[in-house]
């Protein structure tokens, strides 16, 4: 074993032992801060869900509905009437309101972008909130790197009446080159959302596993490798693009920060450490954007909402070349 990974290996104890003394010192010196109970002003255009639970898939308070098996702690509710009520402030919620107040500040026709998509949950959770303000003509734009979570987000668009053949869905990676990508599946699946790219912008050998093959930790896996830009190019515009691609998240808004800037309104990205958090900022700051939420990495933070610990780093942004004159505000 090479004499730097030993020492890591040696000191790794003692580092998490001074982070947790550190991490309990810190909640003595300033003890948490709980939430008030008021919720940030948007929700109040979004009345919770009120119907009939079918008892197989888990509600939500916009009456999405989400299938047990993409989440384990999800679990179904209970069959019969239902009642539900928004979530209590935790790191999603500000991911919740960024995308609300995109919708709510839509236009004739709405347009979303979700790299890393996972199953889908965002676009799907923003198409069931512009039902409740009036339906209008509504582009999905999903790129998901994984086999059986782009299987699942057709399956999901599908539990809340949406035809994936009308929206736009993309089995690849995404990152600063074209070609292939190579990434490993995730034996857990508990853990089975955060898998981060090993290879990219490989030459293209072949097509990955046929019909999103279940693969999970047997051995890399290789999937189409895209790039921004191009895909961007296609679109008029962009309400809101959410941005949760596992490390890649620099790589690709930096690559494609002209079409980000010609074409994005609102940009929110998970990032995944607080080098890539501290980049990002500075890129959007050097466009000129309004920066809305900025929670560093794995910290702490004293919101308007109480104390939130975060694990991904939020940078919540907003364009003000494409924002409405409220939004400027």
């Given at each position: ?37 008021a919720h ?6 979004f009345p ?150 090993l290879q ?130």
């Open positions: 074993m090479p004499i730097p990974s030993l020492i890591r290996r040696l000191l790794r104890p003692s580092v998490y032992f001074l982070r947790r003394s550190l991490r309990r010192l810190n909640d003595v010196v300033r003890p948490l801060l709980p939430w008030d109970g940030h002003p948007v929700l109040d255009r919770p869900f009120c119907g009939e639970a079918d008892g197989k898939f888990s509600y939500d308070s916009f009456g999405v509905k989400t299938d047990p098996r993409f989440r384990p702690q999800l679990k179904p509710s209970p069959a019969g009437p239902l009642s539900t009520s928004h979530p209590e402030p935790y790191a999603p919620y500000f991911e919740l309101v960024f995308v609300l107040e995109s919708v709510a500040e839509a236009g004739d026709s709405y347009t979303m972008v979700e790299l890393g998509a996972g199953y889908g949950p965002w676009m799907v959770t923003a198409h069931q909130a512009l039902q409740q303000l009036g339906p209008r003509p509504v582009r999905l734009v999903g790129v998901e790197m994984v086999p059986h979570h782009f299987e699942w987000m057709h399956d999901h668009f599908r539990n809340n009446g949406i035809d994936p053949a009308g929206q736009r869905l993309i089995h690849a990676a995404v990152s600063d080159a074209e070609g292939e990508a190579i990434y490993m599946p995730e034996k857990n699946p508990l853990l089975d959302f955060g898998q981060s790219l990219r912008g490989l030459p293209t050998e072949g097509t990955s596993p046929a019909g999103g093959a279940r693969i999970r930790g047997d051995r890399p896996v290789r999937v189409p490798c895209i790039v921004l830009g191009p895909l961007l190019s296609e679109l008029d515009a962009v309400d809101m693009m959410h941005v949760d691609i596992q490390g890649e998240e620099l790589r690709v808004l930096t690559h494609a920060a002209e079409a980000i800037d010609d074409k994005v309104r609102r940009l929110f990205v998970a990032t995944h450490s607080r080098a890539i958090h501290r980049r990002l900022r500075q890129l959007m700051i050097r466009l000129g954007w309004r920066i809305v939420y900025d929670f560093d990495y794995r910290k702490r933070v004293r919101t308007p909402f109480g104390d939130v610990q975060f694990l991904d780093g939020l940078l919540a942004c907003l364009n003000p070349k494409r924002a409405s004159q409220r939004e400027r505000m």
